[in-house]
Structures are given as C-alpha cells and as structure tokens.
C-alpha cells in the first residue's frame, strides 16, 4: 500500500464525514455554498479562522476564473489547505555535519508519546539510520519497560536508569552514547506532566543544557505529540508546551479514531509549525510521514 493511500484508510473518519457532502457541494453549487463549506469545514475541526480563510480564497478565485470546473475548484482549495501547512527540512534531513541529531519527544502523558517513540525508532531503522533511545520519562517505570520493550523489538540500544533518576543524565548519557557510536539520530522520550509547568519547564530546560554541554553545535528537534481526538483542545496543549520548551515540530496520533482531523490544519495555522508525522493506526509502520497536499486531498475526496 502507498503511502497516499495508507494516509487515506487512516483518515477515513474525517473523510466519510467529510467528502461525500464535499462532493455534493462542489456539483450542485447551490446559493448557500460558500456558507455550507465554511460550516462543513468547521465541523472537521478546521476551526473557524481557518475555515473563514479557506473559503474566502476559494471564492476570490472563483470570481476571477468565472469558468472553472468543481474539479478545478476543489483542486483549488486542496492546493490552498496544504499551504497553511508550514514546510521546513527537518534537521534529521539537514546536511548538517553533527551527529547524533537529538529529537527531544514531549506531550501529556496519555497521548502515546512513548509508543510514538518507538513508531519513529522504527521509521528510522527502516531508512537504514542508527537509532539509540532514551528513557528519560523516569517517573513512570511502565514508559521505560516500554520503551526497553521497543528496543529488543527494533535491535534499537536504550539508555535508561532506574525509576525517579534525574531525567537530565539519562538524555546526557543517551547522546553521549550517541556520539561515541557514532549514531545518526538519539530520540529521547520525556516526561508529560502539564500540571505541573514549573518542575517540568526546569526539567526540560536543564535536558536541553546538558545535551549542548559537550558540543553547543548539536541539532535538537523538539516534537510535541498530540492527540489529535481531543480537537480543539489540542491548541490549549501546543499554546502551554510552548511556554516551556521551544517545539519545533508536531505528531499527531489517533488520526484514525477521529471524524475532526481537521485539526491539523488549525494547529499548523495558527501556530506556524510543521507536522512531521502522524499516526493513523497500532502498528509500527503506522506512523506517517506528513505530506500537506495528499492529507488535504484524502479529507477532502472521496476517491
């Protein structure tokens, strides 16, 4: 299965939801179209800013192409969504000299952080780069049984110490290792205790000092993981973890088990973040990586 088509069957919620009246809309052409879409679009979690804009540009354009087809419409707004999506060479991609490239993974507990971790442990392994984990959410021993779990599964190293150690020296100990081996990316699971901003700033900030300390020049790649079933209320999340840690990139998970998908858009949107990736099922390989123009193409069309 390709990748358009996996993303396709993850989305299928917000498509099933979404399409079929897409199709409608852009056939019949009724007097209350652009109004029908705005609402259409708001009720897959677009949000209504977004949606607002969306709509606006797609009827600004049909006014100076006055002969365009519902294909050629709809093509439009799909190539327009795609393009709220910020774009960016993540720095695992960059040509840049340094190795390890450190990927810091942060979220509330319960969004499937550690899981994601080891989704995307595998995704590298399947490009053939070097992958060392750490361990670093140290107050939960079940996220570090799970991750050493992922490790035997992947052949992947993981670097961890016992419960409640100092979640700073297990991220220095991991890039480290990192360093020595000679490793291309070191992925680093931390913990996700919103409720308690202050001690998790400090712990994320000290995490990032300590992974600097030997070589200022490493890259680090802050991933927030939401879950995207949570709608809306994912904007609150991305608007506090960024009071506490310079995020860089997002993964939503659970795309497959909403009809609100849409949410995506206004996360990139409003924040002006990429997604780099999103999970669409259990299994490893369902981890995908984000490409604008073929999600907006599989929530917006039924074919």
């Not at 677009?46 to 600004?60: C, I, N, T």
């Not at 079933?229 to 995020?247: C, D, H, W, Y």
């Amino acid at each position: 299965m390709g990748l358009f088509e996996k993303i396709k069957e993850g989305l299928a919620k917000t498509r099933t939801r979404m399409a079929s009246a897409v199709d409608v809309l852009f056939r019949q052409k009724d007097p209350s179209f652009y109004q029908d879409l705005e609402e259409l679009l708001i009720t897959a979690d677009v949000g209504p800013v977004v949606a607002k804009v969306l709509v606006s540009d797609l009827r600004e354009w049909e006014k100076n192409h006055p002969g365009a087809t519902p294909e050629e419409s709809l093509a439009h707004l799909e190539q327009k969504m795609a393009g709220e999506f910020p774009q960016g060479t993540p720095l695992w991609d960059s040509p840049a000299h340094h190795r390890p490239c450190v990927i810091l993974m942060v979220g509330v507990n319960g969004v499937g952080k550690t899981t994601t971790t080891g989704k995307l442990g595998s995704y590298f392994r399947g490009q053939g780069r070097t992958v060392v984990f750490g361990a670093a959410d140290t107050f939960r021993a079940a996220a570090i049984e799970q991750l050493r779990k992922w490790g035997e599964q992947l052949d992947v190293p993981v670097v961890h110490q016992k419960t409640g150690a100092d979640p700073a020296s297990v991220a220095f100990d991991t890039v480290k290792s990192a360093r020595a081996k000679k490793m291309d990316v070191a992925i680093i699971d931390t913990a996700g205790r919103l409720q308690n901003k202050h001690n998790l700033m400090a712990e994320l900030q000290k995490i990032g000092s300590v992974i600097r300390k030997e070589d200022p020049e490493t890259p680090v790649e802050v991933l927030l993981v939401l879950d995207a079933t949570i709608g809306q209320n994912a904007l609150s999340q991305l608007e506090e973890f960024r009071k506490i840690t310079p995020v860089s990139g997002l993964i939503l998970t659970k795309l497959d088990g909403t009809s609100k998908g849409g949410v995506a858009v206004a996360l990139a949107q409003k924040h002006h973040l990429p997604v780099r990736f999103i999970g669409v099922g259990e299994k490893a390989s369902d981890l995908l990586p984000f490409d604008p123009l073929m999600f907006a193409r599989s929530i917006l069309r039924q074919e």
